[in-house]
């Protein structure tokens, strides 16, 4: 039984920051790479940055020098720092993981529900 849950996401101007929270709880054994994905409207999930257990980094292009992804394995936690946020930007935003279970075999990858950032002027 494990979960995963957004937070952070709200309406900003353009130029403006926010910071995405993703906490995982339930019976984890160990967690892996993390994820940020986003859907803009009408459009299919797009990969927007992972990270490693071992804190290796990737980004796509669009968002590489504005966002900046984190995790915090003591809180079973991954982070999305944005700045510079343009109107291009509005999307859903969720978190991935892969995770190990307690008393389970093997390792399967877990998604949240998802936190709507909008940014307009």
């Known amino acids: 039984q494990v979960q995963l849950v957004e937070s952070g996401g709200g309406l900003v101007q353009p130029g403006g920051s926010l910071r995405l929270s993703c906490a995982a709880s339930?019976?984890?054994?160990?967690?892996?790479?993390m994820r940020w994905y986003r859907q803009l409207p009408g459009k299919q999930r797009e990969i927007v940055a992972h990270?490693?257990?071992?804190?290796?980094?990737h980004y796509e292009d669009s968002v590489k020098g504005r966002f900046t992804i984190s995790r915090d394995d003591a809180k079973n936690t991954v982070y999305l720092q944005m700045n510079s946020l343009k109107p291009e930007d509005t999307a859903v935003y969720s978190c991935?993981?892969?995770?190990?279970?307690?008393?389970?075999?093997?390792?399967?990858?877990?998604w949240g529900q998802g936190t709507q950032v909008t940014v307009s002027s």
């Open positions: 990270i490693a257990a071992d804190g290796n980094t």
């Open positions: 339930g019976s984890i054994s160990a967690i892996y790479t």
């Open positions: 991935n993981a892969d995770i190990a279970v307690m008393r389970r075999w093997g390792t399967s990858a877990y």
